[in-house]
Structure formats: structure tokens, C-alpha cells
């Protein structure tokens, strides 16, 4: 069951969404802290939002192509290892919800130019310790890439 799935081409949805992702991140007053083994609650988060940030929220989440990515990290676990390292180096959790936009949370993504499921072009993974040469690519490797993506976030 491995299905491509391929990036919307609108620039401008997938802006739309990253800034409906940051918005949520900032109406929370704490730390949604780490999701995986027990049920997220969104509830506080979406109680706090206003009527125009309520309108972005209904449209994705009826959106199938979020709810597919959703549904493949958190099946794989991938989103609680994400909150993890993210805690780990003292990153907002909502930021762990970036490879939507990035790869779906397909760790083959290839786009051109980037790779694996944080899409780094070859020079930004090498500053931040991936190898990457004809032998073996540490992009795809979706654990160490998340860790480079930790440290490359930290400093934005």
C-alpha cells in the first residue's frame, strides 16, 4: 500500500495552510505537548481561535489530502517522534506538522532537487550532518533527517 501522493501545484494553498498551521500554534497559551500513545486533545486549542481563523480550520480539515498525511504520520508513529526531538531541542510541537506541507510524510519524497520527508537540497543537508554522496543518502533516513530539521528550525 504505497501510494505517491503527489504535492498540491498551488503555491498558494499550501501557504494558506502553513500560515493556518502557525496561526493554531500561536493561539495556544501552553505547549500542546507530545502526541502518540495517548489521544490528542485539539479541543483547547480550537476553542480559542476566532471566527476568521475558524473558517481555515473547517476548510482543512475537510480537506482529504491533509487528513491523508495526518492519518499516514500518525499510523507510522512518525508524529510522535517528531514531538519527541522537537521537545528534545525545545521546539513549538506545532512545528512537527511541517512535512505536510514538505513531503505528505513520505520519507522517499523526491521533488527535483530535495529529498526525504523534510525535502533538503543536498548543500543544507550536508551543514547540518547528513551525508549525502553516491553511496548512501541520509535525507531518506527520516530519524536522522528529523534531527537536522530540529537543529535547522532552532535557528530560524
Known amino acids: 500500500m504505497n501510494q505517491q501522493f503527489r504535492k498540491p501545484k498551488n503555491i498558494k494553498y499550501q501557504w494558506l495552510l502553513l500560515v493556518s498551521i502557525l496561526i493554531f500554534a500561536g493561539c495556544s497559551t501552553k505547549s500542546s505537548g507530545l502526541i502518540g500513545s495517548r489521544q490528542y486533545n485539539k479541543s483547547g486549542v480550537w476553542k480559542q481561535s476566532n471566527s476568521r481563523i475558524n473558517k481555515y480550520v473547517n476548510v482543512y480539515s475537510k480537506n482529504k489530502h491533509v487528513k491523508i498525511c495526518l492519518d499516514r504520520a500518525t499510523s507510522s508513529r512518525y508524529l510522535y517522534y517528531i514531538h519527541r526531538v522537537f521537545y528534545q531541542y525545545q521546539l513549538p510541537p506545532e512545528l512537527a506538522h511541517l512535512p505536510i506541507l514538505e513531503s505528505c510524510f513520505d520519507t522517499k519524497a523526491d521533488s527535483g532537487h530535495a529529498k526525504g520527508m523534510w525535502q533538503f537540497t543536498k548543500a543544507t543537508a550536508s551543514d547540518y550532518g547528513l551525508e549525502v554522496d553516491w553511496l548512501s543518502d541520509d535525507r531518506l533516513n527520516w530519524?536522522?533527517?528529523?534531527?537536522?530539521?530540529?537543529?535547522?528550525?532552532?535557528i530560524l
Do not use: C, D, I
Not at 143 to 154: D, V
Open 143 to 154: 530519524r536522522k533527517s528529523t534531527h537536522s530539521a530540529a537543529r535547522y528550525l532552532k
